[in-house]
Every structure is written in structure tokens, then in C-alpha cells.
């Protein structure tokens, strides 16, 4: 297996070890499951792996993080209805539910970095008086 980069956000390499654990395991999918959950599952992760390299290399990152950490809210609803429905196991809904947690968070985390006011301008040391303008 390829070394990953460390060039490239965590976001992006948590979405890509999610992916490279849940596609194999959609292929095991009851039929009358696979082509809609399991389809539905893999393609909106893989939205999700898009818009996080595509703010990785864009200015203005935040509409993508956003797009990202909606359409990864959706796909915690249908990973949650395979759990229902009984397409999976508990352990495989708790550990990927703990993976997609994870990816949550490390999106939820960049998306506050980008929405952070920037720090203040350095000034003399407190208490210093001003200019009077």
C-alpha cells in the first residue's frame, strides 16, 4: 500500500482511511441493499474526499468544508439505517460511526480555524499611552 503524504490536511487522510475501509465492506452488502444504501453510502464519502482536497487548494476554503461536513451528516444517517435495517453488525456501526465522528471533527476543527477572526495587530506593551489621533 502507498505511504500517504503528509503534506495534505488530516481531514483528507481520515476520509481516505474511512474509504479504504468501507468500500470493501459495501461489497458485502445484500444485493437489495448495495445498489441503493451501499451506493448511496460510498458516493456521498467520496463527495466528502472531494471537497476536502478541493479546500486544501482552494483561497476560500469554507464553502467546501461546509458542503463537506453536510453531506457527511447524511452519510451518518445512512450508515445509522443500515445498522436498523441490520445490513451491519453493532461493531461495524460503532466503528464506523467512531471513524465518521472522528472525520466530523477534524472538519468541524478547519472550518473553525478558517472562520477565526484574525489575531490582533501587535502593539506596545499594555497600559502604554496612545497617540492622540
Partial sequence: MAQPTNTLPSAVQRCHELLAWLI?????????????????????????????????????????????????????????????????????????AKLMLALGGEIGAWLRARSAPPPPAESGPAGAPTAPA
Fill in 24 to 96: 470493501p465492506l459495501l461489497d458485502q452488502f445484500p444485493r437489495s441493499r448495495r445498489f441503493t444504501l451501499g451506493e448511496r453510502l460510498e458516493s456521498g464519502l467520496l463527495f466528502v474526499l472531494e471537497n476536502l482536497v478541493d479546500a486544501t487548494y482552494s483561497r476560500d476554503k469554507r464553502e467546501a468544508l461546509a458542503r463537506a461536513n453536510r453531506r457527511l451528516a447524511v452519510t451518518r444517517h445512512l450508515w445509522r439505517l443500515c445498522l436498523e435495517l441490520e445490513v451491519i453488525g453493532l461493531k461495524r456501526y460503532e466503528y464506523g
